[in-house]
């Protein structure tokens, strides 16, 4: 039997609407004495993450782990964490073309306190119905609490919404949860989005 349209979109923020340009740190390595990929690596290790994307710490108090575990000063973390990203032209767009289809799309992200912010810096505050940050709610992605909250937050049943999201292990957690989802790896899997979505 074929499955019915989905009727929401849920999307991760990054690696699937914002992108990091590591040619943007230009000499930075040189400058400081640390690669700023080593700097996201520490960041990402899970004892450090978790309480970072849970509300547990500020992102000022992951920063400064960060720095305490790399030996990088205080002004590499600062450049390094001055650099936001981009936001994929592409993605914004799909996302506006399914809101303005009558869909809901909720933001759905694991995130550092500061989410907001960065949102308001790319201007993108008023393309979501619902944004839902793993560091307000205390429960991060893959986490079946993590995708109800969601669905909750577009009041909208879970086998009725997509989630988009660039991370394998949330895409199964997505599925589990009830939820259609899939693994987005480019703009080229738009088109199956939209099919999805019946748009």
């Not at 400058?31 to 080593?38: E, Y």
């Not at 973390?77 to 909720?106: C, H, I, M, P, Q």
Request: glycine share 8%; hydrophobic share 45%.
């Amino acid at each position: 039997m074929r499955r019915r349209p989905a009727e929401a979109l849920l999307i991760d923020f990054d690696g699937v609407l914002r992108h990091f340009d590591a040619s943007v740190y230009g000499d930075f390595e040189a400058r400081h004495g640390v690669a700023p990929a080593k700097l996201l690596e520490s960041g990402l290790e899970w004892h450090r993450q978790l309480p970072a994307v849970t509300g547990h710490w500020t992102r000022q108090q992951w920063l400064d782990e960060i720095a305490t575990h790399t030996g990088a000063s205080a002004a590499a973390l600062t450049e390094w964490d001055a650099y936001r990203g981009y936001v994929d032209a592409t993605v914004l767009a799909f996302v506006r073309e399914v809101r303005s289809s009558g869909r809901k799309v909720g933001l759905a992200t694991n995130a550092t306190d500061d989410l907001h912010d960065d949102l308001a810096l790319f201007g993108l505050k008023d393309d979501f119905d619902a944004i839902v940050s793993s560091a307000e709610l205390g429960v991060h992605k893959p986490s079946k609490e993590f995708f109800k909250a969601a669905c909750l937050a577009l009041e909208t049943p879970a086998d009725r919404c997509l989630f988009l999201d660039d991370t394998d292990r949330n895409i199964r957690g997505a599925r589990v949860a009830g939820l259609s989802a899939l693994r987005f790896s480019g703009p080229a899997d738009l088109p199956y989005a939209r099919a999805a979505l019946g748009l």
